[in-house]
């Protein structure tokens, strides 16, 4: 249990540290690096919550593939210019500033409401109520039964949001097709 | 009898020396091969045959200049090496390379010969690969000079565009095996079929061996598929503006993954460590004998063919092998089902 709370407190605090770093950082391309170190913690606690596979494919999909995407549009859009204005003290407006908060204000009434649902007593959040079982959830094959039986119509619906998206990304590029 | 700790730390420092020595014997074989080719006699001046070179080189490297372009961003500039070689490094953590051993007896319980024993190997060594990118894509950025960012956007857009490939080549591998660990899929091709034709999977997953051998040589941005490197277009591509021992670190990075890459293609479809003749503890040889044919296809072909052009590459990457790929799989998992295990 000791190592466990350590590394649990380690990857935390890498976690929270990076965030941190992404919001308050100058320069957008580091903002980027550490939103990856951010999930790169993440994966670290998913490991500590004994599910290597989640870990790993977050490090896939987040920090290999979506976060290359990020670099690549900071990278071209070089947004070394805009971060020249931000620190010459250009006017920011407060409208950007009361989105932020209302969006702030959102989420932290969804954690209070999810750590209130979560059933108290053994194992946290997860191992709890109608959540299945830890056991399903740790090998490759039960979450893929899972994934394709019981959350079959959600998985299908995720796929069908992330067609519109590319297709929404293709239209916006190619303006006359 | 020495404690199991002691053997395991010995195992990891004898893969990251032996990944070390593997660089250097490729950088030698690789000019020889070349000389060969080309009918010179390449490297033959510092050691018997010119085998010492490629230290000569290391040396020279070292003790050279660590230049840094103005206007590069300093911290960035230094890391993207550092993050390039310990990918290259830990990729190879999860590669089994030989039959569960006891040492000649030296420790009580049998070990596998590999660093770390995962049972989601495959998918770890796919993470690494994908985290690697970061590695070129910063060079080319933090150098702030033209030809470093055009050979790193090249070079992710080439290694995102056949990761896709390699990743569905890899699956089909897993579907036939059953599992995601790598040792077991070594282990599921130990014997023979009919008792002559040992069973590999490059038999049953032609076309996935296929796949990934190509999609490796794209993932390693090897000729004819080097386009992060075109001298014509790029002068060197990515590392341009690197000298010294961050440009070695890339260099090192590059043969390890050649390295990394043959020992992955050798542990899935070539049956890793199982051959005839030699007892299962002395399967290692059959393992590096393996590795040494991939790698020296790789040279090869290097050598023999011309570089393709860009919007080709892209081509064959996204309308032939990742259709090929998505197909194989298909047809391995219905094949699965059908035949079963």
């Known amino acids: ?177 | 009898m020495i404690p199991l700790y002691v053997a395991q730390f010995g195992i990891i420092l004898a893969v990251f020396g032996l990944l070390l020595v593997s660089a250097a014997i490729m950088v030698y074989s690789e000019r020889k091969v070349a000389a060969i080719i080309q009918q010179r006699y390449g490297p033959y001046l510092v050691g018997p045959k010119g085998m010492l070179q490629p230290i000569a080189d290391v040396i020279k490297l070292i003790f050279k200049e660590t230049l840094r372009p103005k206007g590069a961003d300093r911290a960035l500039f230094m890391l993207a090496p550092l993050i390039s070689a310990t990918a290259a490094f830990t990729a190879f953590a999860v590669v089994p390379f030989g039959a569960e051993t006891d040492l000649f007896g030296l420790i009580d319980h049998k070990i596998s010969l590999q660093v770390a024993d995962l049972n989601v190997a495959l998918l770890v060594l796919f993470a690494i690969t994908s985290v690697s990118v970061y590695g070129i894509v910063l060079a080319g950025w933090s150098s702030n000079s033209k030809y470093s960012l055009l050979g790193a956007l090249r070079s992710a857009s080439q290694m995102i565009s056949y990761e896709l490939s390699y990743g569905l080549s890899l699956a089909s591998v897993l579907v036939v095996a059953n599992s995601l660990s790598l040792t077991e899929v070594v282990n599921a091709q130990s014997g023979n079929w009919f008792g002559f034709i040992p069973r590999w999977f490059v038999f049953l997953q032609p076309v996935g061996f296929f796949i990934f051998m190509v999609a490796g040589v794209a993932e390693t941005n090897r000729a004819p598929f080097d386009f992060p490197e075109a001298e014509q277009e790029l002068v060197a591509g990515y590392h341009t503006e690197y000298s010294s021992t961050p440009f070695m670190m890339f260099f090192l990075a590059e043969y390890i993954n050649m390295v990394t890459a043959a020992a992955v293609a050798t542990d899935l479809f070539l049956g890793g460590w199982h051959g005839p003749w030699l007892p299962e503890y002395l399967g290692w040889m059959w393992f590096l004998a393996k590795i040494a044919a991939i790698l020296f296809f790789y040279i090869w072909m290097r050598w023999t063919l011309p570089r393709l052009r860009y919007d080709q590459l892209m081509t064959f990457g996204w309308k032939v092998l990742l259709p090929l790929a998505a197909l194989n799989l298909i047809v391995t998992a219905a094949g699965v089902i059908y035949f079963g295990n």
Do not use: C
């Not at chain 1, 320069?27 to 998913?46: C, D, E, K, R």
């Not at chain 1, 020249?84 to 950007?96: I, N, Q, S, T």
């Not at chain 1, 059933?119 to 740790?138: I, K, R, T």
């Open chain 1, 1 to 177: 249990m000791g190592t466990e709370l350590l590394l649990f407190y380690l990857f935390g605090a890498v976690a929270l540290g990076a965030s941190l770093l992404v919001v308050l950082g100058r320069n957008p391309m580091h903002s980027v690096l550490m939103l990856i170190v951010s999930f790169a913690a993440l994966a670290g606690l998913y490991i500590t919550l004994d599910s290597p596979f989640a870990a790993v494919i977050q490090i896939i999909i987040y920090a290999g593939a979506i976060m290359v995407l990020f670099l690549f549009v900071v990278m071209l859009l070089n947004a070394h210019k805009e971060d020249a204005l931000v620190a010459a003290g250009a006017p920011m407006g407060a409208k950007p500033l009361y989105a932020g908060a209302g969006l702030a204000v959102v989420l932290a009434a969804e954690l209070v409401w999810a750590l209130v649902r979560a059933p108290q007593g053994s194992g946290g959040p997860m191992s709890g109520g109608a959540s299945p079982d830890a056991a399903a959830l740790e090998s490759v094959r039960g979450l893929g039964q899972l994934l394709f039986t019981d959350y079959g119509f959600a998985f299908e619906v995720t796929s069908i949001l992330i067609i519109v998206a590319m297709v929404g990304a293709v239209v916006l590029a190619k303006r006359e097709l």
